[in-house]
């Protein structure tokens, strides 16, 4: 630093010590103080310390944009993972969907509900999956949708065992020849 304050006395005609003086330091002072009593943020003595300064902040900026790089380049990677997973979880979930709706549809068709279940506007949130038959019973009677009662046995048909129309006949559950 005393290159430069003997630069600024030679320049304005003083002696070295007068400077010094005006400036409130000594030849011993250290680089900040002398930076402070310039006014300035920093100052180099030679254009060597200052390309060395230069250099050492572009290397620490060239590796701080290396380490985003290298972030971003694994942020891009994790997304890329979210979105297979994500597209495979909703492909299962529409499959499990489209299972659940074939099971009650079939359900539907099972109980005999007159109604096209696909025209019902029934919601799966409403569906009591541990028992999907009242479930989907209830629905139709709140909705007000007619239900084909199973056939029962007609009384007029013969209900003879076949067994027994061959000579053998059917007592407490054992079957015996006539």
């Known amino acids: 630093m005393k290159e ?24 011993e002072s250290k680089p900040e103080e002398f930076k402070k009593a310039l006014g ?15 250099n050492k902040v ?8 290396s380490q985003l790089q290298e972030i971003d380049k694994e942020n891009k990677q994790a997304l890329e993972m979210l979105k297979n997973e994500n597209e495979l979880i909703n492909q299962k979930q529409t499959e499990t969907i489209n299972k659940l ?7 539907w068709q099972n109980l005999g509900i007159k109604r096209d ?15 999907i038959k009242q479930s989907l ?8 949708y007619a239900i084909n009662k199973p056939q029962g046995l007609n009384h007029n048909q013969d209900t003879t065992p076949i ?16």
């Open 40 to 54: 300035v943020y920093s100052i180099f003595e030679t254009k060597d310390k200052h390309e060395e300064y230069i």
């Open 163 to 178: 067994l027994t129309k061959q000579g053998f006949k059917n007592v407490n559950g054992a079957i015996t020849k006539e």
């Open 4 to 27: 430069i304050f003997e630069k600024i006395a030679t320049t304005l005609n003083l002696n070295l010590e007068d400077v010094l003086n005006q400036f409130n330091l000594t030849l």
């Open 58 to 65: 572009l290397k620490s900026k060239e590796q701080q944009i």
């Open 117 to 131: 279940f696909e025209k019902s506007g029934f919601d799966l949130a409403n569906l009591d999956l541990s028992n």
């Open 137 to 144: 019973l209830n629905f139709a009677e709140n909705e007000g």
């Open 101 to 107: 709706n074939q099971l009650i549809k079939s359900e």
